[in-house]
């Protein structure tokens, strides 16, 4: 059966779940729109400046969500929210599920099967859109999962905006499917490689739900 998933205490704003990580952008962000509103009556700088604090403000939230899910079923799930970008077979026989995030989706990602965390490895790079051929040298997290189908590889990449991806566990972690792992800011991308013998359900241009879509075909 489907179940719930729960995470360690998070950020949070009003009421609003947020993700981890989400802090060091969203509260000064908030801190200004809460000025200048404050101060709106008084200053009409205050007031040119209020109304675009406030909407950043709220971009910000909206960015920053993090929703509980109902996890999916089915060997392998989507670590992202998002849209299928290409499903290539690798030379060695896994199959490599592209999935493109844009600033509108939730950007947390969640782990794609039961296992183990065998390695988290950071790779400086560039930063060009996560849509672009070249975004395979940008700056990107390789995750590995010692999992029931064997090696699973996930691989976090930053895009044109996101500068940082901020992990959620170490290596030597055991994880549940659909738990959250990790968060890349603003608009990026995330590989999933198939072992060899597993096909895609998925196709390109689909949507995607992280902990929801299930990637795996029987």
Do not use: C
Not at 20 to 29: E, F
Not at 104 to 122: D, F
Not at 127 to 138: G, I, L, Q
Not at 203 to 217: H, S
């Amino acid at each position: 059966m489907p179940h719930s998933q729960t995470s360690a205490p998070r950020d949070s704003l009003a009421g609003v779940r947020l993700a981890r990580g989400a802090s060091p952008w969203l509260l000064p962000t908030v801190a200004t729109a809460a000025v200048s509103l404050v101060r709106a009556r008084r200053s009409g700088a205050a007031k040119a400046l209020a109304v675009p604090a406030t909407a950043l403000a709220a971009g910000m939230l909206w960015f920053f969500r993090d929703p509980e899910r109902e996890i999916g079923q089915g060997r392998v799930i989507s670590p992202a929210d998002g849209v299928v970008q290409s499903i290539m077979p690798w030379k060695d026989g896994r199959t490599r599920v592209a999935i493109f995030m844009s600033p509108l989706n939730v950007h947390v990602n969640r782990a794609p099967l039961a296992g183990t965390v065998t390695s988290v490895e950071h790779i400086p790079g560039g930063f060009v859109p996560a849509f672009n051929k070249e975004s395979e040298n940008n700056e990107r997290v390789v995750w590995h999962f010692d999992t029931e189908l064997g090696d699973i590889e996930m691989v976090q990449i930053a895009g044109a905006v996101a500068r940082r991806i901020v992990p959620y566990v170490p290596s030597g972690t055991k994880v549940e499917q659909g738990e959250r792992i990790g968060l890349i800011r603003f608009g990026s991308r995330v590989d999933l490689y198939l072992p060899e013998g597993v096909d895609a359900a998925v196709e390109v241009g689909q949507k995607t739900v992280a902990g929801v879509t299930r990637l795996d075909r029987d």
